[in-house]
């Protein structure tokens, strides 16, 4: 009957916890190891912990970091998001917030780009066409006809609003004034109605006490081969 020693018990343990209880990459003998921890008695893997450690740590961090790679989800049709809103200290930043407004259709940013006391006056046909309909056309005036417009876009998209031929003439300190001829594209539901208006826009732009700028008088007129104006988009969504 073969003697066992102290000494083989424990070398039987020590290869008992290799063989079982360690991870490949730092097992004695594996490709990976670099370090022939067979000759160490007792729990040789407690020799190797800062390099288990490391791994568990580095696998943790792989696990984490696979999201960053992930694709997301694309948007329904028809999703817009709020555009962020560029505090007008400039005219040209009210021109931007309107185009902005324009693209989302978002209500809120567009009654910011107009001054309390706005007054509006629409093109030649449209007034000839619906005079009572302009008599006293001003801040809540607008505010009707953009939200219903939005409410027939709803779930659309496609809007934006394309500037051409820009001028600003510096009046006062308090006051410039903007032309450009326009295109404003409203992707809606109503039946009949084009999508696209055309026209050159002449506004004045004003600003406060406190130093914001806003649109204070809008006037619209005729412009190009189109004489479907935006007058024409406020008179059929008012």
Not at 125 to 142: H, I, K, M, R, V
């Amino acid at each position: 009957m073969p003697i066992t020693t102290n000494k083989s018990v424990k070398q039987q343990k020590h290869l008992f916890y290799i063989q079982h209880l360690l991870p490949e990459i730092v097992r004695p003998g594996s490709r990976s190891s670099h370090r022939n921890y067979s000759g160490l008695p007792g729990f040789a893997w407690l020799y190797g912990g800062r390099k288990l450690l490391f791994v568990f740590v580095l696998i943790g961090m792989l696990i984490t970091s696979c999201s960053l790679f992930e694709t997301r989800d694309p948007e329904d049709p028809g999703t817009t998001t709020v555009p962020v809103f560029i505090q007008p200290d400039r005219p040209q930043d009210v021109i931007q917030n309107l185009q902005n407004a324009v693209r989302a259709l978002n209500l809120d940013n567009y009654r910011r780009c107009l001054a309390e006391r706005f007054e509006y006056e629409p093109s030649s046909d449209a007034q000839s066409s619906n005079p009572d309909l302009w008599q006293g056309w001003g801040f809540a005036e607008e505010e009707v006809y953009f939200n219903n417009m939005r409410a027939e876009a709803e779930g659309l998209s496609g809007h934006e609003l394309q500037l051409e031929n820009r001028n600003f003439v510096q009046i006062s300190q308090d006051q410039e004034r903007f032309e450009a001829d326009y295109r404003m594209t409203v992707q809606h539901n109503r039946q009949g109605l084009p999508v696209s208006a055309e026209g050159r826009m002449r506004l004045l732009i004003t600003r406060d006490e406190s130093g914001i700028w806003a649109i204070e008088t809008w006037t619209d007129d005729i412009s190009g081969e189109s004489d479907f104006t935006w007058s024409d988009f406020r008179a059929a969504f008012f």
